[in-house]
């Protein structure tokens, strides 16, 4: 029998750089990726929760925050690596 192996996420490319995240509901927060663990957790520095209110969007301030990994749907670097 063949033994699997399984690739985690490496995060440390995007380390420190601006990245765009979409959580479950819909919901959007940019920042500043400062780490992440096995679970995919991650935390966000200079962290800003962008809300769209009919065809306005606005950003609401956070500052720092840890996001869990089973909230996350997608991930998207702001700057060039």
Do not use: C, H, W
């Not at 400062?34 to 306005?56: H, P």
């Amino acid at each position: 029998m063949a033994s699997k192996t399984v690739n985690q996420t490496d995060l440390r490319q995007f380390m420190d750089k601006r990245i765009r995240i979409k959580l479950n509901a819909n919901r959007f927060v940019i920042g500043t990726l400062r780490g992440n663990d096995q679970f995919m957790n991650i935390s966000l520095s200079d962290a800003v929760e962008v809300v769209k209110i009919g065809e306005t969007t606005e950003n609401k301030p956070i500052g720092k925050i840890v996001i869990r990994g089973n909230s996350i749907i997608t991930m998207e670097a702001l700057n060039q690596y």
